[in-house]
């Protein structure tokens, strides 16, 4: 534990304070249980397939509205505690889904940065309307204690890496949060995760991360939280092997990455049609004449010319693809 004398006081005592509080975080586990157990194709309830594709849809939400880390982790909780409690169809659960992200916005992110809840729905492309979603705001907030200092695995995350942080000046390099953080958003599109306490996902996460980096050092110091918080060894090994599975499958080409989906909008017949006419009926361009070239043709024709491109382009960024990790990620170390 002498590694550990070096850590701010404070942050050890916010560690044990934390590791106290997060049981009251946790989905109940038998409600997990039942919906790894149930089918999509009997329809007797949300399976495990439901709520990872409803988890990896609010990731890309949180990247189209540029909302925190926090904010996804925060509404994927809701999202499992909720479903871990109440028996729920799974035609209720994008509804569900979404209201859990705009609860986790409005206690995380600035209120003008908080997306409005019509718009919400617009872009999750979504057949609810603005009153379904405020009465399930309610039922949610009922039923669940919905509090916005919630210890979740991201807490535990910033706190071990701030420790870290601290004892690794100068000696080791350690990986950045960013990437830590995508790798915990991954972990959290998959249902088997919401078991693991979050004191020992965040953990497990940096624990693989180091044995990747091969330093004994920075082991060692895992060695002694792992004391500290009285994490035993099998436990630990245990969730260190699931995260380096799910980092090998999202890794893998065939893996659809939230982040990589491209912005689809559905339009009914009469738009297409009118959309389509409209990109065949590109204004004809001025013909250039080659004897009589000059500096202010030059500038009327750029003018005219950028006109026309312009009228083909879609929306701004609707066909971009982003990173699912950070470039460094996926980067080989040296």
Known sequence: MRELQAVDSLLLKELKSCC?????????????KLMESASTEKHSGVSAKCR?????????????????????????????????????????????GVCCLH???????????????????????????????CRMEKIISEKLSVEPEAVTALTFLHLYY?????????????PSIGRLEAQLKACLCRL???????????????????????????????????????????????????VAKCMTEYRSSECSKPDNKKLVWIVSRRTAQNLQANHFSVPGLPTIPEGTWNESESEDSCEDMSCGEDSLCGSPGSDGEGAFFPSSFLKCRK
């Open 192 to 242: 088997v995760f919401s078991k693991a306490k979050p004191s020992v996902l965040a953990l497990s996460l940096i624990a693989q991360e180091f044995e990747a980096l091969q330093s004994i050092t920075l082991l060692k110091i895992v060695q002694q939280f792992q004391r500290y918080l009285k994490i035993g060894d099998s436990e630990l090994l245990h969730w260190k092997e699931l």
């Open 103 to 133: 609860i986790a916005a409005k206690m995380v992110e600035e209120e003008s940065n908080v997306s409005p809840t019509h718009e919400l729905i617009r872009i999750s492309q979504s057949k609810f309307t603005v009153s379904d979603l």
């Open 52 to 96: 990872d594709t409803r988890a990896e849809e609010l990731w890309g939400l949180t990247s189209f509205f540029g909302y925190s880390t926090q904010t996804f982790v925060q509404a994927v909780n809701l999202l499992d505690r909720f479903l871990a409690i109440m028996k729920v169809q799974p035609k209720h659960l994008p509804c569900i």
């Open 162 to 174: 701030s420790a870290f942080t601290s004892l690794s000046v100068g000696r080791e390099e350690i």
């Open 20 to 32: 106290a509080k997060e049981y009251n975080f946790l989905p109940r586990e038998t409600g997990l």
